[in-house]
């Protein structure tokens, strides 16, 4: 796991102090080492986490006669089975890193290399005889890589922070994706929080040549799966070989790992798993909230760890320790996400790191085997909202502001935009094949928006803010395939959803908790700006970047009704979230604030 960043620029030589600044924005994700290429045009930049081939899988990697140069993030998950293949073909590995067979698998199999590869990665290969740039993500989105196409050429890295200091002009905010992120909790597709810097997409490979990009392609997508018509037990036979595979080369490691657990049905099944691969315990790791009104799940997770004997830490976060995380929490975000458990995962993730650098978690299961409550609306629900948004047969039509709230609030920029904000939601259902069941549908849009975007960006960015690598089987796309590959009737069955996973899932995990229903993780932040609602109220209208965007009076007659209710809402959240982004991120050019940083100091 590791951070990359660099340029193939029209002409002229890349610029090693603006790499070595995209390096150092990169640390977090690379504490332990750097590296470089510099040629003619191309400039390559590395940060590295080392968890495989520890002393010999530095980068950047270059083949035998230095013909090819690999930056890499992330791990080959089946690399062992990957290398054996290519050796039997005459290919000669020089380290035991599992990137390695990249290049090999590349010189084997050319621009196809890329469906050889099984794992989360996102990298950049030169290939200096054919003086071309290959950019690559892994097919459900599981590491970040963005690009600036710029008139000089083309820059890349895996974070907005590692981009800043590659863009010829000072970067500005991108309306459409401000607007996505009001109304849908993040933005989603190419367009990014910042204008001219898109995202590769999920199960894109990026072609670099002579500076320009010369092809755009997907090399996989889920509209490919189709139904299988099996029953439950067939299924079941299937599953058991399948999630043995995944699980065992997830957990191919030279550093210890282990498991943040919730006690929900996810993280248990991996846990259950784990012990019994492994054959020892398993340190596990949660995190909960002592708050009036809400649900604590460090009981239900210590009850799962005994039954396991795992090694287990709870920990519990005060109110006012939770808003001392929050710039540090923005800063890690890096495109913007309106996510209050992005607090509690960079804390898990700090402590975590005190004895571990591999985690294990449990994201993915909702989308692949459909827990979601949405997916269940009932049809006279469904029916009324498909009236209402028919292009996406009434699946997701919730934003945060409507109508006059919404007009009150934004800006010109804001309002001209406000036709954007579901797009990403509609092209994913109308992409979708004609055979497909509505349920598929709704899998597919939450599988290709709301997961690389902000469930697998928030694992990503809170965990390896803390140099952490995080491991999430049940987004494998093998996985992902045969979730949604399942007859309907196997998963959604009456009023239970996850029916095939939670069956599945009897033998190895107590009933009480494969029954108990989906427990949402709250986080009490609203609560920690109690004692701020008047300095908001004051300060937050006019920040220069709010100005921008918003309206002022908008924004005060906004904060001056949570004022009297007494709580901060979510819309006021989303504004002090932007506000902070962009001292950090826009003023601040990246730079970390560190941990416990003061959130009205910044805004001062």
């Known amino acids: 796991m590791c951070g990359i960043a660099g340029v193939c620029l029209r002409s002229g030589e890349p610029n090693p102090e603006a790499l070595s600044l995209a390096a150092r924005r990169l640390g977090h994700r690379g504490p332990d080492g750097q590296g470089f290429w510099l040629g003619a045009r191309v400039g390559l ?10 002393a010999g899988g530095h980068q950047p990697i270059a083949s035998q006669d230095g013909a090819l140069q690999l930056v890499a993030n992330g791990e080959i998950y089946n690399f062992v089975e990957l290398r054996q293949r290519l050796q039997a073909m005459g290919r000669r590995f020089a380290t035991r890193s599992d990137v390695e067979a990249i290049l090999h698998a590349y010189a084997e199999y050319d621009l196809e290399f890329v469906r050889h590869l099984h794992g989360m990665f996102a990298f950049a290969l030169y290939d ?7 950019l690559a993500r892994d097919r459900l989105g599981l590491k970040p890589l963005y690009l600036n196409a710029a008139t000089d050429g083309v ?9 800043l200091p590659l863009l010829a002009n000072r970067p500005e905010v991108e309306p459409i994706a401000l607007l996505q992120y009001l109304q849908n909790q993040f933005s989603s597709g190419l367009r990014t929080i910042l204008r001219d810097v898109e995202r590769v997409r999920p199960g894109e490979l990026v072609v670099i040549e002579a500076g320009r990009i010369s092809q755009r392609r997907r090399y996989w997508s889920a509209t490919e799966v189709t139904t299988s018509e099996m029953s439950f037990a067939e299924a079941s036979h299937h599953f058991d070989e399948l999630f043995t595979q995944v699980m065992t080369e997830h957990m191919r490691s030279d550093v210890p790992f282990g498991l943040f657990l919730s006690g929900g049905v996810d993280s248990s099944v991996l846990l259950a798993v784990l012990s019994r691969l492994q054959g020892r315990p398993i340190a596990t790791h949660s995190m909960g909230f002592d708050a009036p009104g809400m649900m604590n799940e460090l009981p239900y997770a210590a009850c799962t760890a005994r039954r396991y004997g795992s090694r287990h830490r709870g920990y519990t976060l005060s109110e006012p320790a939770l808003l001392g995380l929050l710039p540090r929490a923005v800063w890690a975000s890096d495109d913007l996400m309106r996510d209050y458990a992005n607090l509690p995962v960079l804390h898990l993730a700090e402590r975590a790191a005190r004895e571990l650098k591999v985690v294990f978690s449990g994201e993915g299961g ?33 934003v945060m502001l409507r109508g006059r709230a919404a007009g009150e609030l934004f800006g010109v920029a804001l309002r001209s935009a406000r036709q ?3 797009r990403p939601f509609i092209e994913a259902w109308q992409s979708t094949p004609s055979h497909w069941s509505d349920l598929q549908r709704m899998q597919y849009v939450d599988l290709t928006t709301a997961l690389p975007d902000n469930l697998l960006a928030k694992a990503d960015r809170m965990l390896m803010a803390c140099g952490v690598e995080g491991r999430l089987p049940l987004v494998d796309h093998r996985i992902v395939e045969f979730g949604l590959a399942l007859p309907d009737r196997l998963k959604v069955h009456g009023s239970q959803g996850k029916y095939f996973l939670k069956r599945w899932a009897e033998r190895l995990v107590d009933r009480e908790v494969l029954n108990v229903s989906k427990r949402g993780f709250h986080v009490p932040l609203r609560r920690c ?22 309206r002022p009076c908008g924004v005060a007659a906004l904060l001056a009704r949570d004022a009297a209710r007494g709580h901060l809402g979510r819309p006021g959240f989303a504004l002090v979230q932007f506000a902070l982004w962009h001292r950090l991120l826009i003023d601040g050019e990246g730079a970390d604030p560190g941990f416990h940083a003061d959130p009205f100091e910044l805004l001062s």
């Open 529 to 550: 700006f109690d004692d701020h609602l008047d300095w908001l109220q004051r300060r937050l209208p006019a920040n220069p970047a709010v100005r921008e965007w918003f």
């Open 45 to 54: 930049a590395h940060r590295r986490l080392a968890v495989i081939d520890l």
């Open 128 to 134: 200096r005889a054919r003086d071309r740039l290959i």
């Open 155 to 163: 820059a890349f890295a895996s974070e907005l922070k590692g981009l």
């Open 366 to 398: 909702d989308e692949v085997f459909a827990g979601y409550g949405r997916y269940r609306v009932n049809r006279m629900e469904r029916w009324l909202k498909s009236m209402w948004c028919p292009d996406t047969g009434g699946f997701r039509t919730s």
């Open 420 to 422: 954007e904000a579901r």
